[in-house]
Every structure is written in C-alpha cells, then in structure tokens.
C-alpha cells in the first residue's frame, strides 16, 4: 500500500523556520518524483513544490509563493522528502501533504504555478504549520 506520512509541523513565529519531513513506502521510491502540497482554512489544496526521481534528475521546482523562502530536497536513501522553509510568513499558515504524482514535475509546472491534480493512493494525514505575526 503506498503511504507517505508527513512531520515537522508546527508553530513558529513570522521569520521563523521549519523543517517538514515525508517518509514513504509502499512503491518504488526513486521512480517518482515527489511534491509538497499544503492547504489552508477555507481554500483548495495547492502544489507548493515539486522534485525530480533522483538526485542526478532532482529538479526542482516551486510555486512563485515560497520561490527563494522554501528549499525541496530528498534522501532516496530513507526513502524521505524534506521541504526546509526559512523566512516563514502568517499565509503560509495551512496544513501540509506530500504525495508521489504519477508524472515527472515538468508535466505540472507552468508559468501558472504548480498544478497537479492527483497522487498515488491516498493523502496522509498531513501536518500543520502555524505561523504567528
């Protein structure tokens, strides 16, 4: 059963940094690229970022929100994605999700932002990030 399980969430002040981790098994962990998602209150889930198979294609890719704050990373070792986020801002306040999309990052990314629209199995409980002004 494929799952990914998200930790490292919680509250940090304006300014701050987390670090946010994402565990998976289930499915052949260097075959696929892996993204963050996150969604707040009251809105729609959205990619925030995107990395390629492996470190020799570890592309990265990020929605124009986070560019420059937020860093993707993955250790095909322990089968673990990393979203390190500096400079944390109030809107970034939502609860986190990793998932395994079926298609390289590049197949989703445009000028519009991160657009994927689905993943292997199901959402993992995610974990929330709360930032305070």
């Known amino acids: 059963e494929v799952q990914l399980v998200e930790s490292g969430g919680g509250l940090v002040q304006a300014g701050g940094s987390l670090r946010l981790s994402c565990l998976a098994s289930?499915?052949?962990?260097?075959?696929?690229?892996i993204a963050w998602f996150r969604q707040a209150p009251g809105k729609e889930r959205e990619g925030v970022s995107c990395?390629?198979?492996?470190?020799?294609?570890?592309?990265?890719y990020y929605a124009d929100s986070v560019k420059g704050r937020f860093t993707i990373s993955r250790d095909n070792a322990k089968n673990t994605v990393y979203l390190q986020m500096d400079s944390l801002k109030p809107e970034d306040t939502a609860v986190y999700y990793c998932?395994?999309?079926?298609?390289?990052?590049?197949?989703?990314?445009?000028?519009?932002?991160?657009?994927?629209?689905?993943?292997?199995?199901?959402w993992g409980p995610g974990t929330l990030v709360t930032v305070s002004s």
């Open positions: 990395i390629g198979r492996s470190s020799s294609d570890g592309i990265t």
């Open positions: 998932g395994a999309p079926p298609a390289p990052c590049w197949n989703y990314y445009s000028d519009s932002g991160l657009a994927i629209d689905s993943v292997l199995g199901r």
């Open positions: 289930g499915f052949t962990f260097d075959d696929y690229a």
